[in-house]
């Protein structure tokens, strides 16, 4: 099994600290602030799931062989297809405030990160996905949704959490 460098664990767990930090203002400020930290919560939540795609095309473009490009396999055309839906999931949970609510668009981007990390499973269970990564995955994974969760049903209640 190959392991992840330990900064490569260390950037995973500090990149969580944008969605503790912006969860926390979102359900304990103030309006308006407790809006802009949703609508940043949302966006970095966003950013997020498409950056999760987009491994999966660095995955693919990773191969050794000089031609592999050319030549696609038929198990690179899913892991190109998983470099984009999740950016699409994302864009689409950031419109959600236009049409809906912002609220929808964390109930979308939870959607999107639980759908990616098991779509992730699914290939590491055909060995596309390395050992190490997966182990990082679902430990973010289930922490960053935890947060949106957490966040989405406080709003959704309208109580407020006071330090």
């Known amino acids: ?9 260390a950037l995973g767990i ?17 309006s308006p602030d407790a809006e802009r930290f949703l609508a940043a919560l949302l966006a970095y939540g966003a950013v997020v ?7 999966h095309w660095g995955f693919v473009l990773e191969s050794p062989e000089p031609d592999a490009m050319a030549s696609l396999t038929r198990q690179d ?3 190109l297809i998983l470099g984009v839906v999740p950016a699409l999931i994302g864009w689409v949970a950031l419109l959600m405030p236009l049409v809906l ?4 668009g964390i109930a979308v981007l939870i959607a999107g990160h639980v759908a990616t990390v098991a779509m992730e499973a699914q290939l590491r269970r055909r060995a596309l996905v390395p050992p190490g990564y997966m182990w ?21 209640m ?4 006071v330090f």
């Open 1 to 9: 099994m190959r392991r992840l460098p330990p900064v490569a664990v």
């Open 14 to 30: 500090a990149g969580l600290l944008p969605f503790i930090g912006c969860g926390l203002g979102a359900i304990a400020m103030p």
């Open 49 to 55: 799931l498409a950056f999760l795609g987009a491994v």
């Open 77 to 79: 055309r899913p892991r």
């Open 101 to 104: 609510s912002a609220e929808a």
């Open 136 to 156: 990082l995955r679902w430990g973010l994974s289930v922490a960053l949704v935890v947060v949106l969760a957490t966040v989405l049903v406080l709003r959704l």
């Open 158 to 161: 309208g109580a407020k959490v």
